[in-house]
């Protein structure tokens, strides 16, 4: 019988332990302090109750999580084998085709379940219905399986546990009767326009899609398939490659042309969207979502023939991570009237000048039609964004959607430091200028200040001592640094310390540096009535709202040069990685994020 | 007329300041200090002299250790134009052929005077006459010159103080009408030695002898000519290129053949030499000295008539730096019996097999006649070796010569610490698995904890973040770590602290950690009695002793297998630098190097 939640906030706690039975194997001490620390009315939604059995278990000791986790069947162990499974895991085990194991899989099964168990003293832990529901394969979970048999013990074990909610989420799912339809559509689109990769990456299974190349113009086209067949009014793709549906405002419909033909709006619109391209093998997620979710919020006013007061202007941008050229947020620069005119001359490794690309592609390739894409922010209420999170911060938390506060301000350099390369067997310690170990002392420096302060960070990213030799002190040494900040004022005072720390450091050492300035860029705050309706959305859906900085470079960015924006981050799984094809997402957490975007829309 | 030292101890002080008047640019107080420290019964030798002036300086406050460097002209400079010079520079300036540059070479080296006096405010300073005696050209004046402008201050400034005491002590042989013939001599033979260098090098002027190419065999050849022409009694190349000569103690001659046959040694006799293969673009005095020192040694004994007691026989390895093939020590190895068979099978970078090229240079490339190499330790005294301190310290303390305690003994290791690749922007610091924060710590430790203990190193002298992105937090860090001390404790207990530590990194930030030992010595102290031998063969110079470890190893670490074994420093010029064209000795110590080893040899 199918649970409810006024059932289950109904219930006293046998009752309510009772009804959660099963979804954390074996450990009914989860639903027990969830039922203790219950909201006085009520879990108001699933997610809160998803989120709420989380927290106990992140709440709860070392000794309660090992404990926890070490519940857990072995997959295709001897639990398996005995059948002394639990209902739900013989279930879930049995989907993923772990019953029909070859002698080889089996046998390759049982040496990973041996190793990990020694390295670690647990059982691996794999939420192997997957994120869609529909099964990993038996490949796919022994990949898995090796990668993760390397991972240090701080990461995997909370990464296992993370395996346990998502099983619970599937069980409650199951238990409740939920579907996440909306998250489910969301899903489908990114797999089916992931078909699409150039070539070179397609043949070995890797999603790379740069800037109008065969697979970049066939998803563009996927996309104004799908946002005519969402029932958008106007579709069409522009002189730099944006894919743009329009939904109009009732605002607008004063002004429609009769009988079908094209709807001219003059309402205030909300611009919403993302980007399609992709970096090098990259995941699914990044960018695609910020178009998908919009989609089918659109999609779902147009089956229900509803239309909001203002009109909603979804863009699928075409060009944003930089890969083909140096170009970075061409689409969304376009829009902002920020299209560097000196991009058209550029030419691409191949040596396809952007231009001569345009032209073959369809596009008129004059800068008169790339100006007039320019939006007059009059028209426009602001701009919203929502993306993968591509950070691990919300998958720690266990929380499937955030809210940005800003984009971060970033500066970055390059810098060599110079000292004296020396024999490494007679130079006395004290009488060294070794280059590295100022860079050691810098990068220490960096890590201690910005961890000093919320909100900013510091990386070294790039490391060399250029022909270095065992025997041989670092004569010099190579370093990027990437400072980043919340704000501008943030960024500035890091930056200061930072490069002030490194003149002593030299100094104190006797070495010189050089340190070439490569970029810098603003701090995007969130508009506060932006950031404010996202956080509402949130709190509508039964979550607490997370509020965090985006230390990524988004769309949002640019479009914040000429009107309000504000982001919604959502949860990336796999401990929150992204440009790589580990990136991933859930059904159950997109579904909120189409719902929150549902709610920010009707707030309008 | 010509000043003796018995003169100089008799004077007061004004007549002592005044005999030196002209030796110290312009600053008489160096001369009086000198006078108020002078041994009771005064210097016992010029190098004494030189040492207790430089010494003055060296303790001098820095206010007064500028004012003698800016008491001195620029190079070609305002003062030199305007007649202005004292009689020494003007004569300097004169015999480095400044007087008479060309109108690009004078405007060349005017803008070099701005730059330099803007970076340090004080005007270069560069021993023109050189380490011959010989000056140096215009063009190698502009090399060094543009070399040392990017210096460090810190550097830059002792450095013009050695240059000051290198013009001072040719200022001071012209005073007292010395000519260091011995060290002209083995500087001669260096530089002629140097005109032998292999394919692709000489080309370029620059010094590559490896095992058996024409320019090693070449080297062979003229150091078996040399020998003969010096008086050895046997001379000849062995079967593994190694040339030696051999010239007996009067002991032996009972045994010997009439009427200029072969003599037969049948005493004990010291053996000594060092190597005569060079690293690639390397120096001209690394391993050479130790052959060529004792070889004008013989001379003179022959010169005079005399034998000692024992027979002395000089090696000229053929082979310790391991540049052609993995076999480092080759040379030596042979006559302890350990050289390995399977490095005959070993081919070259450009395949060619070690037996092969051996039989094609004439050898007799079989194990066999290898092994009959191997030394009776019976039949000798001891293994002595003088060496350029391919190192800082002794330039550093104004010191020609320094006495080795132990050739330290090292273990090497090649590591990379994994933590997870994870973006710069989006990952909070807290939240971070940073692998190359984490060997910037163990870099730190190294050095902090290597600098605890005296006469122990340690460096991490490769590194490098494979593949690192500016906004990628490092997933990976590889290192090398070289750690080395006097004794085989020392250097395992500082390898049990590092190693500790590196761990206690490692789990502190959650990463994992491999390491890979690629190398372990054992450290080869030096014979006491030996060591005794040099010292007071450096005291009967009248110089103080200092006692330093070597770092690097010698051929003497191969000995000290066999018998006892001690070693004798000779300070380089330049920063101590070695492995490099820039290696360089003078004259003047290699005078004193070739005084200390005829003490030694009197000692026996």
Redesign the interface.
């Known amino acids: 019988m199918t649970l409810t939640l006024d059932v289950l906030n109904a219930a006293d706690e046998p009752g309510f332990v009772s009804l959660l039975d099963g979804v954390y194997e074996h450990s009914p001490w989860i639903a027990q302090r969830a039922f203790a620390q219950r909201p006085a009315a009520g879990f108001p939604s699933l997610a809160a109750l998803k989120h709420a059995l989380a927290s106990v278990v992140r709440k709860a000791s070392l000794t309660e999580q090992l404990g926890l986790i070490r519940a857990h069947p072995e997959l295709a162990g001897k639990a398996m084998v005995s059948q002394s499974l639990t209902a739900e895991s013989t279930d879930e085990q049995r989907r993923a085709g772990l019953t029909h194991c070859s002698p080889e899989e089996f046998a390759q099964l049982q040496q990973l379940n041996a190793d990990y168990n020694a390295r670690f003293g647990w059982p691996f832990i794999l939420a192997v219905r997957g994120p869609r529901g529909n099964g990993l394969s038996r490949r796919q979970i022994i990949e898995t399986f090796t990668r993760r048999l390397?991972a240090?013990?701080?990461?995997e074990r909370p990464e296992c546990l993370r395996h346990i909610h998502r099983i619970a989420e599937i069980r409650l799912n199951d238990k409740f009767g939920i579907t996440p339809t909306l998250g489910n559509q969301v899903w489908d689109w990114a797999e089916s326009l992931a078909r699409f990769s150039d070539p070179g990456f397609a043949e070995q299974g890797q999603l790379t899609v740069t800037y109008l190349t065969d697979a970049h113009r066939a998803c563009a086209e996927q996309l104004t398939q799908w946002m005519r067949d969402c029932g958008f009014d106007e579709v069409s793709i522009d002189a730099v490659g944006n894919v743009v549906g329009v939904y109009h405002g009732f605002d607008d419909l004063e002004d429609a042309a009769p009988g079908g033909g094209s709807l001219r709006s003059h309402g205030r619109r909300l611009l919403t969207g993302s980007h399609y391209d992709t970096v090098r093998n990259g995941g699914k997620y990044d960018g695609r979502l910020g178009i998908l979710v919009p989609m089918v919020c659109v999609r779902e006013l147009h089956r229900q023939g509803r239309r909001l007061k203002h009109g909603i202007e979804v863009v699928g941008f075409s060009e944003e991570e930089g890969q083909r050229y140096k170009a970075t947020f061409l689409g969304s620069s376009a829009l902002v009237g920020r299209f560097d005119p000196t991009w058209l001359d550029q030419a691409d490794a191949d040596g396809v000048v952007m231009r001569d690309l345009m032209a073959a592609a369809g596009l008129p390739a004059t800068m008169a039609s790339i100006q007039a894409l320019q939006r007059d922010p009059a028209r426009y209420l602001g701009f919203v964004e929502v993306h993968i999170?591509?950070?691990?911060?919300l998958n720690?938390m266990d929380l499937p959607l955030g809210v940005v506060t800003s984009i971060?301000g970033?500066i970055?350099y390059?810098g060599e430091i110079?000292g004296?390369a020396?024999?490494?067997?007679?130079?006395?310690?004290?009488?060294r200028?070794?280059a590295?170990?100022a860079?050691?002392?810098l990068?220490?420096y960096v890590?201690e200040r910005?961890?000093a302060v919320p909100e900013?960070?510091?990386?070294?990213?790039?490391?060399?001592?250029p022909a270095?030799?065992?025997?041989?002190?670092?004569g010099r040494?190579r370093f990027?640094l990437?400072l980043?900040a919340t704000t501008d004022a943030a960024r500035d005072a890091l930056d200061a310390d930072v490069r002030q720390r490194l003149a002593e450091i030299c100094e104190r050492r006797?070495?010189?540096v050089t340190l070439e300035r490569?970029e810098a860029a603003a701090a995007a705050p969130s508009d506060p009535q932006w950031q404010q309706r996202w956080e509402s959305a949130v709190s509508a859906l039964g979550l607490p709202v997370h509020r965090l900085p985006?230390?990524?470079?988004h769309d949002a960015m640019k479009l914040h040069q000429a009107m309000p924006q504000a982001m919604l981050f959502q949860r990336g799984m796999n401990?929150?990685?992204?440009?790589n094809p580990l990136e991933s997402v859930t059904n159950d957490d997109t579904e909120l994020c189409v719902r929150a975007f549902q709610a920010l829309l009707e707030s309008l």
Do not use: F
């Open positions: 390397s240090h013990p701080d990461v999170e591509q950070g691990p911060v720690e971060n970033s970055r390059l110079r004296l020396s024999h490494a067997g007679t130079t006395p310690m004290g009488r200028r070794d590295a170990a860079v050691a002392e990068i220490l890590e910005a961890s900013v960070v510091g990386t070294v990213g790039q490391l060399q001592v270095g030799s065992i025997n041989v002190i670092p040494c990027s990437d980043r006797g070495l010189s490569t985006s230390g990524a470079g401990l929150g990685i992204s440009h």
